[in-house]
């Protein structure tokens, strides 16, 4: 049976975690082992981050509805609420987006809200 030597794959492989790790700084550049840690590392925060990335823009579509709502008169919480029992189903990245391009199409869904909404608060939901 052929000798088998190792040399070209594991150079091979060498290389491409030094490339992966080709902007990081200090040893973590230069060295295999420390770069093979933090490339490891920074595979596991990418996957989780792709992950937060969207609690993220949620979060940011409901400070902008709030905003603009708050400029409408109306607080998020009851917009949303009178969105829900007039059976407008928006969802938040499409409302933050009218809030911010489209004032007067958002403040027509302010409208729509308000009347959806009972005048007391504690009054119990009837759908419209």
Do not use: C
Request: proline share 2%; charged share 30%; glycine share 4%.
């Amino acid at each position: 049976m052929a000798r088998v030597k190792r040399a070209v794959n594991a150079h091979k492989k060498r290389r491409v975690i030094l490339e992966r790790a080709s902007g990081y700084r200090g040893q973590r550049s230069r060295l295999y082992r420390k770069a093979k840690e933090q490339v490891t590392h920074s595979l596991v925060y990418n996957y989780n981050d792709r992950k937060k990335r969207k609690g993220d823009f949620r979060q940011l579509w409901i400070q902008r509805i709030n905003a603009a709502a708050r400029a409408n008169g109306i607080t998020y919480n009851r917009f949303v609420q009178g969105l829900k029992i007039a059976n407008v189903e928006i969802d938040r990245k499409m409302l933050a987006e009218l809030a911010v391009n489209d004032p007067g199409a958002f403040a027509t869904l302010v409208e729509v809200a308000q009347k959806a909404l009972p005048e007391d608060v504690n009054a119990p939901r009837v759908a419209a």
